[in-house]
């Protein structure tokens, strides 16, 4: 069913009673061309499989609800202000599906690119972004520098002269935003599963079953499933179920927390990222603002926080904005985080035939779900990568060919 202004008319005229559910829940078949695990990426994954590649003999596992994991636990924010090579024609790829998104997979993500303003707050730092907006100008990206008086005008009650970091301008991404996360994953489950894709709630890997070098199927908690290629978006359980193949990845999983406040009136128009600390904040259609910083700093599988990582972001958001102090906290959830040793994912195929792997998001893989999808059934269905994806190989590390694009070395933690 099309959602329209005449599907809407006549539902409503019906009382609403003729609906049908979203997606299935179908049965898992003993048999498929492609199973990919996970239903985050893995959902965007199976809808451009369906759409790019005609491949539609195709299950999502999800040991879990649909859009469980961390495409349903982020701050929300896309953005496509990447200075590295490797990265910002991949991120402006993402960028312009996210631009197209909701047209194409007919479903509300409620995609408002309501602009993405990183503060600085020295002269060194203005150097810096005056660098990463000038490489994003010369890809073709939007980005403004702006200076102090530019962004008093748009945010007034920013801290202008906090005597330790003050603020002396911005650079801009004014087609960055905010995508609602779960609509993504509902629209991209919607329209896999009108493909005829198989999308399987509560249904954990357990196993990877492997032949002379070849992926043959995987076990789950509901039963055996035999599959010809085999693609993992596991994120922060991406080194667990990477074991199940005897595979060892650079990955380490951490816990990262955001918060909610009570429902304020429109205050926020747009993101806001502190620049002399982490922390990011935008306001929500409903009035919260929605707001994060750095990990927690331990590694661990639980999607729950602690305290002092709350209090160290909190402190980072009334640094920036004083009356913050004021604002009562709501509520606070964690996602566990698929930290790579420098900061960029992995979109490859394995040493094993069959074996493909998509992780390494650290921070920011929500913005680059469209693209992350898009890319990942390219390699899937063509066992190449494609070159949007051609820098976010495995064997980088091996090989000395990291993409650092924060210049924070081989620390997961600090990425
Ligand atoms: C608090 C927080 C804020 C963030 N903010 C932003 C942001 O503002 N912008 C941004 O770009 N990014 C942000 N991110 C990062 C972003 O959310 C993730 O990088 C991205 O969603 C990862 O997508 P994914 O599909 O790899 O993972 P997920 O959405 O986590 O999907 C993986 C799925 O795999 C399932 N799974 C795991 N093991 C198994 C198994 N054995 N069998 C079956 N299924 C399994 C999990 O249940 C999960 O649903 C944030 C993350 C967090 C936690």
């Known amino acids: 069913m099309r959602y329209s202004i005449f599907s809407l008319a006549r539902n409503a005229l019906t009382g609403h009673k003729h609906w049908k559910p979203a997606w299935r829940q179908p049965e898992p078949k003993p048999e498929y061309d492609v199973v990919i695990v996970g239903s985050g990426h893995g959902l965007a994954t199976a809808y451009y499989l369906a759409k790019e590649h005609g491949i539609t003999n195709v299950a999502v596992l999800e040991k879990s609800w649909l859009g469980s994991g961390n495409i349903g636990r982020n701050t929300t924010i896309i953005r496509s202000n990447y200075m590295l090579p490797g990265n910002n024609p991949f991120y402006e790829w993402s960028m312009k599906l996210w631009e197209g998104l909701e047209q194409d997979f007919n479903f509300n993500a409620m995609v408002s690119q309501r602009g993405v303003l990183n503060l600085f707050h020295s002269d060194p730092q203005r150097d810096a972004f005056a660098r990463r907006g000038n490489a994003m100008r010369i890809d073709g990206v939007d980005a403004e520098l702006?200076?102090?008086?530019?962004?008093?005008?748009?945010?007034?009650?920013?801290?202008?002269?906090?005597?330790?970091?003050?603020?002396?301008?911005?650079?801009?991404?004014?087609?960055?935003?905010?995508?609602?996360?779960?609509?993504?994953?509902?629209?991209?489950?919607?329209?896999?599963?009108?493909?005829g894709i198989d999308i399987i709630q509560n249904c954990a890997v357990t196993g990877i079953n492997i032949e002379k070098g070849k992926v043959v199927g995987v076990e789950t908690t509901r039963g055996s499933i035999k599959c010809k290629k085999l693609g993992l978006a596991v994120a922060g359980n991406s080194s667990e179920v990477a074991a199940m193949a005897g595979i060892k990845l650079p990955i380490e999983s951490h816990v990262l927390q955001a918060f909610v406040s009570e429902g304020l009136k429109p205050y926020i128009d747009g993101v806001v990222t502190f620049g002399a600390g982490h922390f990011y904040v935008s306001q929500s259609d409903k009035g919260g603002l929605i707001f994060g910083g750095d990990?927690?700093?331990?590694?661990?599988?639980?999607?729950?926080?602690?305290?002092?990582?709350?209090?160290?972001?909190?402190?980072?958001?009334m640094a920036m904005i004083p009356a913050l102090s004021r604002v009562k906290v709501l509520r606070s959830w964690g996602g566990i985080m698929d930290m790579s040793m420098d900061g960029s994912p992995i979109i490859d195929k394995t040493h094993i035939e069959g074996l493909y792997l998509n992780c390494g998001w650290c921070y920011g893989g929500f913005k680059a779900t469209p693209a992350s999808g898009w890319c990942f059934a390219w390699t899937i269905a063509r066992n190449e990568a494609h070159k949007l994806n051609a820098a976010y190989r495995l064997d980088r590390f091996r090989r000395g060919l990291m993409l650092d694009e924060k210049g924070q070395g081989a620390q997961p933690n600090l990425h």
């Open 146 to 195: 702006l200076d102090r008086e530019d962004v008093r005008a748009m945010y007034p009650f920013l801290d202008f002269d906090n005597a330790r970091f003050p603020i002396k301008g911005g650079l801009l991404q004014r087609r960055g935003g905010t995508v609602r996360h779960d609509a993504v994953a509902w629209g991209y489950a919607r329209g896999a599963d009108t493909r």
């Open 295 to 317: 990990l927690d700093g331990y590694n661990s599988y639980a999607r729950r926080g602690n305290l002092p990582a709350m209090e160290h972001v909190i402190e980072g958001g």
